[in-house]
């Protein structure tokens, strides 16, 4: 078996996918055709304006992966001419510098290309509030944090893989749904400050009608937490992050300005279905599937090849960049299945929120429940200029959410 060939043809065919999904994207859309009933819908929303957001730069969204591509290739040759001595004791510092340097390298590689997209599209479109440098310390940010969390895990594998011995791919499957969840805790109380301030609701009305709405649910809820989104952009969202009694709802502070109260009840029922279905944690649950799947493949290899775990713990400190390109490419293809149970999760909170506020409001008010969520839907993908359409490829492999004509239609036929 010629693993470096193996390994080559691995990152080939992960690009190849990926072009031509970014050749679908631009030829394909929208992909009327591909949603049916639901297409019906277009007419309602901006779709020029969006279709204008979503194709420009589209050249320079090309160019950052096929520039990223080529760092990648020109990595894998790197890291797999170096010398390796199965015997040698390659230490985590030498795997934690390997790391740091493939990463910095990625953000340098691709920051004029995430600049354009990132900063230059924002701010044309008016999504964006900072100027260059908030944007710069912005992305800073995220690559610091990005970078440590990455360095954490493979030092957190190697540990484990040599403490464990034959058995750390049993150790390090149980550990991964605990980390999972550790990690979801932490990044409300570490990570989610370095980004926003959170505040209360200071709408006293609207606080007594959100509250009411979890209360007529089951849950009991005395404060609705506000994100300063606007100290970055003008987009409009909420959010659902945590599982057990660390569950929270977040809404960003620009829904308040552009959303009626009957839109802010409607997505505010829809965080709380996810809340109420616990959606993270089966998130979570099944990553550590898929992640146990990987595990086991790798323990299988490592039998094939004849690697015992104190040789793996150099492979994977000698070779961990390696590890990470191939774990990206493998990721990449199990992304749709992911994001379909996403999409099931989304659905599922959609149609809980419209019984939920049919169920604070009464029976009679479940027309104006549906229309609360038409225009929710509406005024959601208008203000973020959200694709109306994509191209069935994409929307397999990336939709985390679905189409906003499939939950215009969804909300429609809802009752």
């Not at 649910?217 to 945590?242: C, K, L, P």
């Not at 009626?260 to 550590?288: K, T």
């Not at 203000?383 to 939950?407: G, M």
Request: glycine share 6%.
């Amino acid at each position: 078996m010629n693993i470096k060939k193996t390994i080559y043809s691995i990152l080939f065919i992960y690009t190849f996918v990926r072009l031509a999904l970014l050749s679908a994207g631009y030829y394909m859309t929208p992909d009327i055709d591909f949603y049916g009933e639901a297409s019906k819908y277009l007419a309602a929303l901006d779709t020029g304006r969006a279709i204008y957001y979503y194709k420009w730069g589209y050249e320079f969204k090309a160019l950052l992966f096929v520039n990223y591509a080529i760092y990648l290739f020109l990595t894998l040759r790197f890291m797999l001419s170096r010398e390796f001595d199965s015997k040698n004791n390659y230490s985590a510092a030498s795997l934690a510098a390997d790391i740091t340097r493939f990463y910095t390298g990625a953000a340098l590689a691709c920051l004029p290309y995430k600049f354009v997209l990132g900063y230059l599209k924002e701010k044309h479109f008016g999504f964006f509030n900072p100027g260059p440098a908030g944007w710069l310390v912005l992305y800073l940010k995220q690559f610091f944090i990005s970078l440590i969390i990455i360095i954490f895990i493979f030092i957190f594998i190697r540990f484990i893989v040599s403490r464990f011995y034959n058995k750390w791919h049993i150790a390090l499957t149980l550990s991964v749904p605990a980390a999972g969840l550790i990690f979801s805790i932490l990044a409300q109380s570490i990570l989610l400050p370095v980004f926003y301030k959170t505040t209360a609701l200071s709408d006293p009305v609207m606080n007594k009608r959100l509250t009411a709405i979890a209360a007529a649910s089951g849950i009991t809820a005395e404060n609705i937490n506000i994100i300063d989104e606007s100290s970055y952009s003008s987009r409009t969202n909420a959010f659902f992050t945590g599982f057990g009694p660390w569950r929270n709802i977040y809404l960003c502070d620009t829904l308040l300005s552009v959303h009626s109260r009957d839109e802010i009840e409607a997505i505010y029922a829809h965080e709380l279905g996810h809340y109420i279905y616990n959606h993270e944690l089966y998130g979570i649950m099944g990553a550590s599937i898929a992640a146990a799947f990987i595990i086991f493949l790798l323990k299988y290899a490592s039998g094939i090849l004849n690697i015992n775990s104190a040789e793996l713990v150099n492979y994977i400190s000698r070779f961990g960049v390696i590890s990470l390109i191939l774990f990206q490419a493998f990721y990449f293809f199990i992304m749709p299945a992911e994001n379909y149970i996403s999409r099931c999760f989304e659905r599922a909170a959609d149609s809980f929120a419209i019984k939920a506020v049919i169920n604070f409001n009464g029976a009679e008010g479940s027309k104006n429940a549906i229309e609360a969520h038409k225009n929710l839907f509406i005024k959601l993908a208008g203000k973020n200029l959200s694709n109306p359409a994509p191209d069935r490829f994409n929307y397999l492999f990336f939709a985390t959410h679905p189409a906003i004509i499939e939950r215009l239609y969804s909300a429609k036929t809802s009752l």
